[in-house]
């Protein structure tokens, strides 16, 4: 690849974004504010994540047609996806392709357990990443600006570690995810990155981070979603102790608290969720070469560390307002 098929790819992908918020007007896919919503816009667009699945779509073609199986399965993921954007679908349905999905991704990496129990606790986990991912994606600049913190860092390690390194889907994704980022990191979002979105840009994700585990042989690079992770469960454990469904909108994520209560804006909030993680990815790259238990120790700190201030920060919020 050069520069200029990089400003090929770039306009390529600038004008599918600028056609789907065209199409989006015109047949009103736009997001209508709910008690998750961080905006009272009637106007901004929904799905604009779309853009992912059409970059996706672009590495199958340009490595004549490679990754089947995870191309197939990120087609699923968004297609149900884009219909729970469009009309709320039962989540039996959307989980259920959601396994679907995940099974054909393990299929693309080379893990497919032989044990059917191991099988069934990778397929539970790697949906529950999908929708963590999905519950995440709350307000403007958050879903963007993590998303090219943890796909650049996966570019970067890849780089460095393989001999002949396929840029392509990296290359690909960071592009779409600045285009998004133009459109969505803004005071008042063009779009959102919708239930599409997210869970595209999660796939993909949870895809390379399954290469570089198989790669590296060590589960170090599961700290790549550290701050995403602890706040997503640790919601979800607070959720399910107010007796709460986990499936239905609300505002109890630290970043909503930050930004409903606090009023911190939201922007602010977004990069500070993406340079924590930056920094956390920092010390996973120096810690590559480290022994085991090295590797254990300071993954148990860095998860210790982030449990404990979200414990703090949410209390003492709840406390004040």
Known sequence: MNITFYLFLTLILLGAELLYLRLARHFSIIDVPNERSSH?????????????????????????????SFFLGLTLAAAISFLDDLH????????GIQ??????????????????WMLLVA??????????YNFMDGINGITAFYSLVTVGTIWYWQSQTAVEPDDSLFAFMTIALLIFTYFNARRQAVCFAGDVGSVSIAFVILYALLQLINQQQTYLPVLLLAVYGVDSVLTIGHRLCLGENIFRAHRLHLFQLLVHRLQWPHLW?????????????GLVLLLVDSPLTTQLVAAVLVLSALVITYVLAKRQIMSRC
Do not use: H, K, M
């Open 40 to 68: 009272t816009s009637l106007t901004t667009i929904r799905g604009g994540g779309i853009l992912f699945w059409v970059a996706a779509l672009g590495v199958f073609i340009y490595t004549d047609y490679g990754y089947s």
């Open 123 to 132: 397929l539970v986990v790697g949906v529950g990443i999908l929708n963590a």
């Open 88 to 95: 709320s679908v039962p989540n039996r349905y959307r989980i």
């Open 99 to 116: 396994f679907i999905a995940v099974s054909l991704l393990l299929r693309e990496t080379g893990v497919f357990p032989n044990e059917n």
């Open 269 to 281: 909030v977004s990069a500070l969720y993406a340079g924590v993680q930056l920094g956390i990815n």
